[in-house]
C-alpha cells in the first residue's frame, strides 16, 4: 500500500561494500517497477527498471531482483560509492488503477568513506 | 533524455494566498502528467493524474478544490494551491508521461513550498 506518514527506514555501508535495499509491494495487478534514486531536494532520478516477466535485471553497478511470489523487490548496488547517498525508492505501475505510478517507502542509504 | 521543467523551484507565501507552479515538457509532448507532493522524510505520495484537454483525476484525500490542476497543452501542465495554508508546505513534484508505456516517464525537479 502506499506510504504516506511512515518515516524513511536507513542504511549504512562502508564505502566498497555492496548495498542491498529491499521493497514490498502490495498490488498483484502492478508489472512494472522502478527504482529511483532521489537527493536532497531534487526530483527522483531513475535508476533500473523491471517487468514482471522477469526476475532479475542488471545495469551498471546495479542489479534489480524481482520475488512476484512474495510481491519483494529489492535493488543491489555493487561496490557503494559516496556518490551513491540518497535515498532510493521502488515504485510499482498499477494497471488496474488506470496505470498510475505508486512509490514505496523509500529507504535513505548512508555511505561511510 | 526527455527533460520535465518545474517552476518556480522554490517559493514562499503568506497563508491565504494561492500559488501556482508550472510543470513543461521541454522536449516531447506528455500525454498524461502526474502531481507528487512529499513531506520531508517521507515518500511520494500521488495527488492527481492529469490528461491534456480533459478534468484531473484526484486521488482519494486530495481536495480538487484545494488544489487545482489544469492541462491546456501537451506540454504544460499547472498546480494551483488555493488559499494555502501552513500545512500545505511541502515538495511538489511533476511528471511526465510521454507514451502509455509508464518505462517513459520523467520527473521534474521539484518545486518546494513554504506557506507562512
Known amino acids: 500500500g502506499e506510504s504516506v506518514g511512515l518515516h524513511l527506514p536507513t542504511l549504512s555501508v562502508q564505502e566498497g561494500d555492496n548495498s542491498i535495499i529491499n521493497c514490498a509491494y502490495s498490488n498483484s495487478a502492478s508489472d512494472y517497477f522502478i527504482w529511483y534514486k532521489q537527493e536532497s531536494g531534487k526530483g527522483p532520478q531513475f535508476i533500473i527498471d523491471i517487468r514482471s516477466n522477469m526476475d532479475k535485471r542488471q545495469g551498471q553497478r546495479v542489479t534489480v531482483l524481482l520475488n512476484k511470489t512474495v510481491k519483494h523487490l529489492s535493488l543491489q548496488i555493487a561496490a557503494t560509492q559516496p556518490g551513491d547517498s540518497a535515498v532510493y525508492f521502488c515504485a510499482e505501475k498499477r494497471n488496474n488503477q488506470g496505470g498510475k505510478l505508486i512509490f514505496g517507502q523509500g529507504t535513505e542509504l548512508s555511505v561511510k568513506p | 533524455g526527455a527533460v520535465v521543467s518545474q517552476h518556480p523551484s522554490r517559493v514562499i507565501c503568506k497563508s491565504g494566498t494561492s500559488v501556482k507552479i508550472e510543470c513543461r515538457s521541454l522536449d516531447f509532448q506528455a500525454t498524461t502528467m502526474f502531481w507528487y507532493r512529499q513531506f520531508p522524510k517521507q515518500s511520494l505520495m500521488l495527488m492527481a493524474t492529469s490528461n491534456e484537454g480533459s478534468k484531473a483525476t484526484y486521488e482519494q484525500g486530495v481536495e480538487k478544490d484545494k488544489f487545482l490542476i489544469n492541462h491546456a497543452s501537451l506540454t504544460l501542465s499547472t498546480l494551483t494551491v488555493t488559499s494555502a495554508h501552513p500545512e500545505d508546505s511541502s515538495f511538489y513534484i511533476c511528471?511526465?508521461?510521454?507514451?502509455?508505456?509508464?518505462?517513459?516517464?520523467?520527473f521534474g525537479e521539484g518545486s518546494r513550498l513554504t506557506v507562512l
Open positions: 511528471s511526465a508521461s510521454r507514451g502509455h508505456n509508464t518505462g517513459e516517464l520523467f
